[in-house]
């Protein structure tokens, strides 16, 4: 298992990259987590391409999905967030996955 994280602090209105993982072997992506202190926008990527997009809200900070992704070696995979108020604020977020 493997798990990645990361902290930023966004600028509003940019996207900009939470964590980031390329596999160096097929990996099961399992999960992905994200949260902020303000409203954001994630997105999680693989390749260049969107496959899960959330928003966290005052009402909920927090979001998280779960995933069953089979990935080939080389394959890269980023969290990203846009900030979606006025003033820079911190998200984090990351995802697991699996060694195959």
């Not at 602090?9 to 987590?33: G, R």
């Not at 391409?49 to 959330?54: K, L, Q, S, V």
């Amino acid at each position: 298992t493997v798990a990645v994280y990361g902290s930023v602090t966004a600028v509003p209105l940019t996207e900009i990259t939470i964590a980031t993982y390329t596999a160096t072997t097929p990996i099961l992506l399992k999960s992905a987590f994200a949260e902020g202190g303000t409203d954001g926008i994630f997105k999680l990527y693989i390749n260049g391409t969107a496959i899960w997009t959330d928003r966290n809200a005052w009402t909920q900070r927090g979001v998280q999905t779960l995933l069953e992704k089979t990935l080939a070696s080389g394959d890269i995979v980023d969290l990203k967030v846009t900030n979606q108020k006025s003033t820079n604020h911190t998200f984090t977020g990351g995802f697991y996955v699996y060694r195959l």
